[in-house]
């Protein structure tokens, strides 16, 4: 059973910084892609960042610059450093991962920005 589960969320104002992690364990020690997605309440999950295999990370438009993702194999991690963070930020961030043609989710992380 492959399990991810995400830390690091919060309330931060305007303009600060929160950094994501994402564990995942189970029988899949590596999955090709990995990423972060968020939903506000009452819209659709969207894409926030992806890391396909050893490749660089991609974004979507509104947190390029501001957002960078990373990943650890060996520690079976992946991270979203946010920085300037903006209200429109808010969110709950959950953690993807797919192999194999197999998705996988995290639960979620509370994401505020506000004063």
């Known amino acids: 059973q492959v399990q991810l589960v995400e830390s690091g969320g919060g309330l931060v104002q305007p303009g600060g910084s929160l950094r994501l992690s994402c564990q995942h364990s189970?029988?899949?020690?590596?999955?090709?892609?990995m990423g972060w997605y968020r939903q506000a309440p009452g819209t659709q999950r969207e894409l926030v960042a992806t890391?396909?295999?050893?490749?660089?990370?991609e974004y979507a438009d509104l947190v390029k610059g501001r957002f960078t993702i990373s990943r650890d194999n060996h520690m079976r991690t992946v991270s979203l450093q946010m920085n300037s963070l903006k209200p429109e930020d808010t969110s709950v961030y959950y953690c993807y991962g797919k192999q194999d043609g197999v998705g996988y989710w995290g639960q979620g992380t509370q994401v505020a920005v506000d004063y």
């Open positions: 189970g029988s899949i020690f590596n999955m090709y892609v």
């Open positions: 890391l396909k295999g050893g490749g660089r990370g």
